[in-house]
Structure formats: structure tokens, C-alpha cells
């Protein structure tokens, strides 16, 4: 699996930072391992520290401001371990 920061690294405020929406956008159709195709999709993951909304939001917010496709299966917020156990 793949798994990056949000902030900093994909985006930077509502901007995209240059061609982080390139690469994602090859990451979540990604079918490669060093270079060969196949047909195993590489888990691709985003986390992020911060917080106020919730997964879904923040999915939501990234595909406006990246042009991209993720869910909210993508998404880990900072208290998204947590759920589970507030609920």
C-alpha cells in the first residue's frame, strides 16, 4: 500500500501542489509493479493531523480541489481511529 500526507505534500491550502494530482491520478489507476503491468490495484491511503470534518468531507474537498476520485475509504483523519470507540 501507498500511503501519503495530505497537507504539504498533495495540497497546499485549496491549491494543488504541482503535479501531485498527476501522480495520484496514476496511483489509484495504478496496475504496476516495477514497471510490468498486471492486474493488482496498489492500495493507495491519505492521511492527515488535522481535522473538523469528516472523511467523506475531506474525500469531497480533495476531488474538487485536485480533480481526483477518492472515497472516503481513502481517508484517514487524525481521529479516525478512534470511531469506532466514540460511537
Do not use: Q
Not at 492521511?47 to 475531506?58: A, F, P, Q
Not at 484517514?76 to 478512534?82: D, H, I, K, M, S
Amino acid at each position: 500500500a501507498i500511503v501519503s500526507d495530505i497537507d504539504g505534500v498533495l495540497i497546499r491550502g485549496k491549491s494543488t501542489i504541482p503535479n501531485s494530482d498527476i501522480v495520484v491520478k496514476e496511483l489509484l489507476n495504478c496496475h504496476y509493479t516495477n514497471g510490468e503491468k498486471h492486474d493488482i490495484k496498489i492500495p493507495f491511503y491519505l492521511l492527515t493531523n488535522g481535522g473538523g470534518c469528516t472523511e467523506l468531507d475531506k474525500a469531497n474537498s480533495l476531488n474538487r480541489i485536485m480533480s481526483s476520485n477518492f472515497k472516503k475509504h481513502h481517508i484517514f483523519l487524525n481521529y479516525t481511529p478512534l470511531r469506532p470507540i466514540m460511537n
